[in-house]
Nanobody
């Protein structure tokens, strides 16, 4: 049984920074492809970032590239999403997801991930 849990959401002003954390109990993050998605009411879940289990390669959505960084700490079994230069349009519920499989063509797709957290709200005020 794999359980994914996010933390670190909150409210921040435009231009500020925030760091989200994600733990995956029942599995090591080093052996799992982990990703962050976000969603606002009425919209589809949007890919934010992913880090591959093999080699730790990282991938980003176009809207966050250059501002967000995904990393993992194997000793703490935690994946982080460092968010900088935040904008009001970054406001969303952020979800952490995990999968033991790895198909590069689907790494940005919601359907590629089997395990999901409950989400953590990030609000960026203007």
């Amino acid at each position: 049984q794999v359980e994914v849990a996010e933390s670190g959401g909150g409210m921040v002003q435009t231009g500020g920074s925030l760091r989200l954390s994600c733990t995956a109990s029942g599995r090591t993050v080093s052996g799992t492809t982990m990703a962050w998605f976000r969603q606002t009411p009425g919209k589809e879940r949007e890919f934010v970032a992913a880090i591959r289990r093999n080699g730790g390669y990282t991938y980003y959505g176009d809207s966050v590239k250059g501002r967000f960084t995904i990393t993992r700490n194997n000793a703490e079994n935690t994946v982080y999403l460092q968010m900088s230069m935040l904008k009001p349009e970054d406001t969303a519920n952020y979800y952490c997801a995990a999968t033991s499989t790895e198909i590069l063509s689907t790494i940005r797709l919601v359907t590629a991930y089997k395990h999901w957290g409950q989400g953590t709200q990030v609000t960026v005020s203007s």
